[in-house]
């Protein structure tokens, strides 16, 4: 088993491990007693592994009740939230109790805001059932659900008690959800290592539980840094600015991972025009991104894509700050006005 520690608050495991799934009750005894588990999930993971998950906190010990709502991201709002609530509160659950959050990034971060805003904070346990939330939102504590106005713009930064990582689990992904998480992962080798590039090189024959190891290892040295976003912490946002807009514009129908790919095209693109990065790095950046089959462009005007980026949470009032990239594994903040962030993405597109 790999095992990577985050020191954020009282500091938590992330376990990675092939069949670790049936290993939950177990593995969660070390940080929650037997209590109720609540496990949060969607309708297309809760067919596949809610029942193994339940047996193996049911045999540990645990009351198991379970709350499933329809998949994808449209549910990842106000709505769903309460309704989560309120299931929490007829089963009377306390502080004393866990939710178990099953699933892809939008129940992780359904049931982290859950889990943080129900009786003022009560624990949860991450079980990421994508590439995506194994190597990202699973951890580091983003919670939260999307607004009319944009993504992710209600939250709070909360932290599980633990993430356990079965990579046997990304088995079932259809392959353009198992390529959305790449996109993340990607993005790693953009702002931290230049490694992951080589990893990601022959998508035939990654080494996955070392990808996701790695990957959560960059992100826990920028969380354990800085938690709560106030800088270091912003360059995880790579290719999220531009990405975020495409989301909206598309009203969620481009996927995450796409809308990612596409923000991190862009930023090169307009980065290389700008002097700061060479076409040989960006060249390098889209070919790799095309291996996954996801997207470099965008139909959308600058004009449709500057007016998203005006709802974007990382916006302030006199500019934003957008991630730089300059050669392979190096990145800057740099906060630019929104006239200068309008021109990097028109140079971009």
């Known amino acids: 088993m790999k095992t990577v520690d985050v020191s954020v608050g009282k500091g938590y495991n992330v376990y990675i491990e092939r069949g670790s799934i049936d290993r939950v009750g177990e593995l969660a005894l070390e940080v929650v007693k037997p209590c109720t588990a609540a496990i949060i999930t969607d ?41 989560i609530l309120e299931f929490l509160a007829s089963n009377h659950l306390v502080r004393s109790d866990v939710i178990f959050a099953l699933g892809g990034g939008v129940v992780g971060d ?34 939260g659900i999307d607004l009319a106005a944009g993504k992710n713009l209600a939250g709070a930064f909360y932290q599980p008690e633990m993430v356990v990582c079965d990579p046997d689990l990304l088995k079932t992904l259809d392959r353009n959800i198992f390529c959305d998480g790449c996109a993340e992962v990607i993005k790693y080798g953009v702002i931290s290592d230049a490694r992951i590039f080589d990893m990601m090189r022959e998508p035939d024959k990654l080494d996955i539980e070392s990808i996701i190891e790695r990957s959560v290892e960059i992100k826990r040295d920028v969380v354990v840094t800085d938690e709560k976003e106030l800088g270091l912490r912003q360059i995880l946002n790579y290719g999220h600015t531009f990405g975020h ?67 974007d949470k990382k916006r302030k009032s006199d500019g934003i700050t957008l991630v730089i990239p300059k050669t392979p594994g190096e990145c800057e903040l740099a906060k630019v006005s929104l006239e200068k962030a309008r021109e990097i993405l028109s140079a971009g597109l």
């Open 110 to 143: 359904l049931a982290g805001f859950s889990a943080a805003s129900y009786l003022r904070g009560i624990r949860f346990i991450q079980i990421p059932t994508t590439l995506l939330a194994a190597v990202d939102s699973s951890v580091g504590g983003k919670t």
């Open 245 to 311: 807009a495409v989301e909206k514009c598309s009203n969620f129908g481009i996927s995450h991972g796409s809308a990612v790919a596409i923000g991190m095209a862009v930023m090169a693109r307009g980065c290389e025009k700008a002097g700061i990065c060479s076409r040989d790095y960006r060249e390098m950046l889209e070919d790799i991104i095309k291996k996954y089959d996801l997207p470099i462009n965008t139909d959308y005007s600058a004009e449709r894509l500057f007016d998203a980026l005006l709802s």
């Open 43 to 83: 309708d297309k993971v809760n067919a596949l592994y809610a029942d193994r998950l339940t047996a193996s906190l049911e045999t540990a010990g645990y009351k198991v009740v379970k709350f499933v709502f329809p998949n994808g991201e449209a549910s990842k709002n106000a709505g769903t939230f309460i309704n």
